[in-house]
């Protein structure tokens, strides 16, 4: 059965006359990587804020874990890096862990596996001054991880890291939520999303234009047929689905119909013996970035 780890209804926070968040309601569910994408002002933070308990709705509700955000229940099962932690520079990631485990009554075992689960038992010696942005976020993610939590809240956990390390932090999110935990992360790079997330809520503007899986956002491939003459071509095409015929950027006729559920090697021996000359066949995935773009109109 489907268990709602975090839902929102309605969840809306203004500043002044300008919302923030409008009206968003989204469902994340256990043991999946939930992505919140949207460009940068979206809303995304404000809404993990509220999440959090951090900053009060200005209307709607929200429960995490069943509970209200913010309550000392909910926050016993929730590991957050909203923002950066306050790790002392000059002590080392060990020690930071530590002192921050012996303010939520834990011990040092479990500092110490919330490093090695990072995999930054090797360096966890060395100041955190001297850490590089990827170990520094890694970090936070242990942090997150003290107390073995249900729901692990990230708020763009690869931004700014090159490319090994936002490789290493989607390798780590991946496995967490292999483990058994829900992840929530906000980004607002599409092909991450696409790579590792299960669903997704697409935000711009405070307002949620879409949820749901990768898949269904993107929505089904499409066979790319160009053939002549045009009238022949459209009419054997017809016969295998609704087709949509356009032109590229070269003014050619391309005939376009859902690839779902059609034998292209049928339609090949169709359109040839219709008589009709077959210049190309090709199915085609859209890509999220083509459904972002469209959805969103921002480049
Ligand atoms: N405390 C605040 N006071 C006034 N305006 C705010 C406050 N917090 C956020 N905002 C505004 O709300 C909007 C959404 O901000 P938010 O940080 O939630 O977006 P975001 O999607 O996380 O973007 P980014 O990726 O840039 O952080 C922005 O226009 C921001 O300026």
Redo the contacts with the bound molecule.
């Keep these: 059965m489907t268990e709602t780890v975090v839902r929102t209804d309605d969840l809306t926070?203004r500043?002044?006359t300008?919302?923030?968040?409008d009206g968003v309601t989204i469902e994340v569910r256990r043991g999946e990587v939930y992505g919140?994408l949207?460009?940068?002002?979206?809303?995304?933070?404000?809404?993990?804020?509220m999440l959090l308990g951090l900053?009060r709705p200005t209307a709607g509700t929200a429960t995490v874990l069943g509970r209200a955000p913010g309550s000392a229940d909910a926050l016993r099962r929730v590991g957050a890096l909203v923002e950066g932690p306050g790790f002392h520079p000059y002590l080392s990631g060990r020690d930071n862990l530590r002192v921050l485990a012996r303010y939520r009554g834990l011990d040092d075992r479990a500092a110490d596996a919330a490093l090695d689960r990072v995999d930054l038992a090797d360096r966890g010696g060395d100041r955190f001054r001297a850490y590089s942005l990827g170990m520094k976020q890694r970090l936070g993610v242990a942090a997150a991880l003290l107390g073995d939590p249900d729901l692990l809240i990230l708020?763009?956990p690869t931004?700014g890291l090159d490319p090994a390390g936002m490789a290493a932090m989607r390798t780590l999110v991946v496995d967490l939520a292999a483990g058994g935990r829900t992840v929530l992360l906000?980004s607002?790079l599409l092909a991450e999303v696409q790579q590792i997330c299960h669903r997704v809520g697409v935000?711009a503007g405070?307002r949620l234009l879409h949820e749901g899986t990768v898949d269904e956002l993107r929505g089904g491939a499409v066979l790319e047929v160009r053939a002549t003459p045009l009238p022949a071509a459209l009419r054997v095409v017809s016969r295998f689905g609704d087709v949509v015929e356009a032109a590229d950027e070269h003014g050619r006729p391309v005939l376009t119909v859902p690839a779902d559920g059609v034998d292209v090697p049928e339609l090949a021996r169709h359109l040839v013996t219709d008589g009709v000359d077959l210049h190309a066949l090709v199915v085609r995935e859209r890509a999220l970035e083509d459904v972002f773009l469209a959805m969103t109109g921002v480049s």
């Design positions: 926070r500043y002044g300008r919302a923030a968040v919140f949207g460009p940068n002002g979206a809303g995304k933070t404000t809404t993990l804020r900053v708020d763009e931004n906000s607002h935000v405070g």
